[in-house]
């Protein structure tokens, strides 16, 4: 039997499908855009506000015991005179779900009734409060709070199927986050000549949460800390019941001296690139060419429909015009061996890709040139392209580090010293791992038309899509205030019958 949620979707589906179908292909004598004799009017009744999905973010919150975890962990005011520990940190991770790009956004939402509705709330604090917070936080305490939404991790990720727990991968990477300021305590500069500051950032893969934010000073390793860190976000998966960790990182995070250690656990496995120094490479022009094989990419993925005639290609004309040199992969082989890092008393499987490449200038071949990239791992067992491409499946992580910075605005230096600056990026974070959690609660299908589950980071992909980006209104009924959620298209409408915690088309409190 069908749910109304799914009456819904399906009846909005049919309508849209039979209007674009009527509009048809026929010439018309007039645009399609008509418009028409619209009325606007400002209604004193009623209150609407276009990210309507923020009440049901705290309901998820209230739900997954993130409000308690966070006032037991965290212990900064002597008084709450109103807020509490939780009201200040979830004021700047529900800032940026609202779509809040600073700190001094904070004070649209302070103003807008329909928003303090949503929250059930007088008041909320007010930017320089909010900034005020987070220069009251020490180390200490920036870390109790990252215990707190560990706390909350590992009750979401036990609520989910036994699958779910099959395989743990923690990416880890550097990034620099650059301030035009000149007095923020802390800051340095960076190898590339920016000043601010170099924060590690560990993420799971498998959703695309936030697993650990280290900020550092700008001039700081990319592996700084990142040993320990990893430690910790394998102890804490083992602990939720992950069955395998994996680690993946860039060359720079091939910590040679923890792998012995890692090693000892088989549930632990690595990849991780590692530089092509001169005994590397030596090691690669010295194997027999009987160890090599031709390495094909996978293709990305089957086209749906009837394949398209490639376009030409302008830009390589262009090139050859003007006599740039043009570098031309030709084609990649892969092979491996056994090999022993200096610092370790183990020997880990090392896999060696080969580019030959053409170097052209003009329409002319200058020579011919091969490069070579290395990955360690201690998997023995999977094909040497599978850790290849297992490596390369990395590259998600810069998608999300790039969507921490320009789209949630979680990674900026927005007050005035590294700690304080730290524990901004943990709190925003959290309006990023929210949406994750908010995932994890959504059906394993996508829709009626998804025949296959969907993966933890797919159904994070939508969330973020839908976290709150769909309009509601408040009304009152039998003396309560009530949240409706406006379905104003079939998207919309997916979105709010999805919504985590409530019910039908209404929830009230």
């Known amino acids: 039997m069908q749910t109304i949620e799914q009456q819904w979707c399906r009846n909005g589906k049919r309508t849209i499908e039979a209007r674009l179908q009527r509009s048809g292909d026929s010439p018309r004598n007039e ?24 009440g049901a973010v705290h309901l998820l919150a209230q739900r997954i015991g993130l409000i308690d975890a966070i006032d037991q962990h965290l212990h900064v005011l002597k008084l709450h005179k109103p807020y509490h520990e939780s009201d200040h940190v979830l004021n700047i991770a529900y800032n940026i779900l609202c779509g809040g790009r600073r700190l001094e956004d904070i004070e649209r939402r302070r103003n807008d009734t329909v928003f303090l509705d949503a929250l059930q709330t007088d008041r909320i604090p007010d930017p320089t409060t909010a900034g005020d917070f987070c220069r009251r936080l020490q180390p200490e305490h920036v870390l109790a709070l990252g215990d707190a939404f560990d706390e909350v991790r590992l009750r979401v990720w036990q609520q989910q199927p036994q699958e779910f727990l099959e395989q743990a991968t923690i990416d880890m990477d550097g990034t620099l986050v650059g301030t035009t300021g000149s007095c923020k305590q802390g800051m340095d500069i960076a190898y590339d000549g920016t000043w601010g500051y170099h924060p590690l950032v560990l993420t799971l893969a498998e959703t695309g949460e936030v697993l650990c934010v280290l900020n550092r000073s700008g001039n700081r390793p990319s592996h700084e800390g990142a040993a320990e860190a990893a430690g ?58 009987t160890a090599w094989k031709r390495l094909f990419r996978r293709v990305k993925r ?25 570098i031309r992969l030709k084609h990649e082989d892969i092979a491996e061996c056994r090999y022993r890092p200096h610092a370790c008393r183990k020997e880990y499987r090392l896999v060696i ?28 067992e999977s094909p040497a392209e599978a850790i290849v491409f297992q490596a390369n499946d990395r ?115």
């Open 353 to 380: 890709v080969r580019k030959n490449l053409s170097i052209e200038r003009g329409e002319t071949a200058l020579f011919d040139d091969v490069r070579y990239h290395f990955y360690l791992t201690n998997d023995w």
């Open 31 to 54: 645009p399609v855009f008509r418009g028409g004799n619209l009325r606007y009017e400002v209604s004193d009744r009623v209150g609407a506000i276009g990210c309507g999905g923020i």
């Open 232 to 289: 910790d976000a394998m102890a804490l998966c083992f602990r939720a019941g992950f069955r395998r960790v994996r680690l993946r990182g860039d060359t720079d995070f091939t910590q040679t001296r923890h792998l012995d250690a890692w090693t000892e656990d088989p549930r632990v496995q690595f990849v991780f690139g590692i530089d092509a120094m001169p005994q590397l490479t030596a090691i690669g022009e010295e194997l027999a060419a």
């Open 395 to 509: 590259c998600q992580q810069e998608n999300v580090i790039e969507q921490l910075k320009n789209g949630a605005r979680a990674l900026l230096a927005p007050v005035d010293n590294l700690v304080s600056n730290w524990a901004y990026m943990v709190m925003a974070a959290l309006a990023w791992n929210l949406k994750a959690w908010w995932a994890l609660h959504l059906p394993v299908t996508l829709g009626p038309g998804d025949r296959q589950g969907a993966s933890p980071l797919q159904r994070a992909e939508r969330a973020r899509a839908e976290r709150g980006h769909f309009a509601g209104r408040t009304a009152r009924r039998n003396r309560q205030l009530g949240w409706v959620a406006v379905a104003v298209g079939v998207g919309d409408r997916q979105g709010a019958a999805k919504i985590p915690g409530t019910h039908g088309h209404r929830h009230e409190w």
């Open 302 to 326: 089957a086209p749906a429909t009837t394949p398209r005639q490639r376009p030409a290609n302008v830009k390589e004309p262009i090139v050859a015009e003007r006599e740039f040199e043009n």
